[in-house]
C-alpha cells in the first residue's frame, strides 16, 4: 500500500490529541485563573452536567476538525475510505469525547496554562510513540506495548486503519471500540468527581 494510506489516519488520531486535550485543560485553567468556575460550582449544576456543558463547544468544534481533516485525507492525500463512513465518524466522536475528558483532567490538575499545556504534551508524546502510529506495536518490548494499551489514541489508530483501508465490518473492530467508549466513560466520570 501507499505510505500516505498507512499514516495519514494516523496523524489525524495525533493531531485531534493535539487540538482538543491543549484546548480543553487550557479553558479550565482559565476559568480557575479568572475565578468564574468557582462561580460555577455554587451553582445548581451537577457536577457531570458542568462537565459536560464544558465539553459540548470543545466536542462540536473537535468534529468540525475531524471532518476538514477527513476531507484533507480524501481529496489531497486520496486515501480511498473503504468502510463505513458513519462507523468512521462515530468511532472519531467517541475518541474526541476521550480526549476532551482527559483534557478536563490535566485541567483540574494544573495551576496555571503553563503547567496545563506540559502535561498535555506528557500524554502526546508516549500516544506517539507507543500507539502504532509510527513503529508496529506487536513489535515493541511488553512494557511499551502495555503502555500503548493505556492512550485513546493506540484504539484509535486501530479503528481507523480497519474501518479506511481495510474496510472492516463493526465484528472485526467491535473490541477497540468498546474499549474506547469504556475510556471515555471512564475519564468523564473521573473529571467529573474531580
Do not use: D, H
Amino acid at each position: 500500500t501507499r505510505a500516505p494510506n498507512f499514516y495519514v489516519p494516523g496523524v489525524i488520531g495525533v493531531v485531534l490529541q493535539i487540538g482538543t486535550t491543549v484546548a480543553a485543560a487550557m479553558a479550565l485553567v482559565r476559568e480557575r485563573e479568572r475565578g468564574t468556575l468557582e462561580q460555577l460550582l455554587v451553582s445548581p449544576l451537577s457536577r457531570s452536567g458542568l462537565m459536560l456543558g464544558k465539553l459540548v463547544p470543545y466536542l462540536c468544534i473537535g468534529m468540525a476538525m475531524a471532518v476538514i481533516l477527513f476531507l484533507i485525507m480524501r481529496f489531497v492525500f486520496f486515501v480511498p475510505i473503504e468502510g463505513s463512513v458513519v462507523a468512521m465518524m462515530f468511532s472519531t466522536l467517541v475518541y474526541v469525547f476521550a480526549l476532551l475528558s482527559l483534557g478536563l483532567v490535566v485541567g483540574t490538575k494544573a495551576e496555571n496554562q503553563m503547567q496545563a499545556l506540559q502535561m498535555s504534551m506528557v500524554f502526546l508524546l508516549p500516544s506517539v510513540f507507543f500507539s502504532g502510529f509510527i513503529f508496529p506495536r506487536e513489535t515493541m518490548p511488553w512494557i511499551f506495548y502495555a503502555l500503548g494499551a493505556l492512550f485513546p489514541t493506540t484504539y484509535f489508530i486501530a479503528l481507523m486503519r480497519a474501518i479506511i483501508l481495510r474496510g472492516a465490518n463493526f465484528f472485526e473492530y467491535w473490541p477497540q471500540l468498546a474499549i474506547l467508549i469504556v475510556m471515555s466513560a471512564l475519564l468523564f466520570a473521573f473529571c467529573a468527581s474531580r
